[in-house]
């Protein structure tokens, strides 16, 4: 199976991130995603051997047992696309504060001790918005850009890829942000 892990987006920023895109869809036009596929990746696995999730789930705890973190802000800071032809994929960049790379780091480092794979690109916080902009006739603009959200959940997704897009599945998943008393 195709896994990965990643941090869900609150229903909040989901939200504004779908309007966002929707304001932006006639100037750079492409494949735009479902918002129900939101998220930021921390570490893709590729294919997981199906005997390897309860290792995995593991590594999910572990990972946040080993952070000291605060409240992972998601701060959106730019618009761009990943290097590639003329049919890009859009991405909304996010701050590199130092709560969600320690996380990334120790997931990662979770993964290194229990053997695991992944694809080991340096770590780049953001959110995919659209697939194949064609960026022939127009540029990136610089438009006025979401409010930042917090993430609630580290999850451990398995990736069904179909005809029309990816479906994840949530596998496993951690709850990061405290009820209050």
Do not use: W
Request: charged content about 20%.
């Amino acid at each position: 199976m195709r896994a990965f892990f990643a941090l869900e987006l609150p229903d909040l920023l989901r939200n504004d991130l779908a309007l966002f895109a929707k304001k932006i869809q006639k100037e750079l036009p492409g494949r735009y995603l479902d918002p129900a596929t939101y998220h930021v990746t921390l570490a893709f696995l590729g294919d997981l051997n199906v005997s390897d999730t309860p290792l995995a789930k593991e590594t999910l705890y572990e990972a946040l047992n080993a952070s000291c973190y605060e409240p992972i802000h998601l701060i959106p800071t730019n618009l761009g696309t990943f290097k590639g032809s003329k049919r890009l994929t859009l991405r909304l960049a996010l701050e590199q504060t130092s709560a969600l790379m320690e996380l990334a780091q120790n997931l990662r480092s979770s993964l290194v001790d229990h053997g695991f794979s992944y694809d080991t690109k340096p770590f780049f916080p953001h959110i995919t918005l659209a697939r194949n902009i064609d960026l022939t006739n127009s540029s990136i603009l610089s438009p006025v850009l979401p409010p930042p959200g917090r993430a609630q959940y580290l999850t451990l997704f398995e990736s069904h890829l179909t005809d029309k897009g990816a479906i994840y599945e949530p596998l496993e998943r951690e709850c990061l942000i405290l009820p209050t008393a």
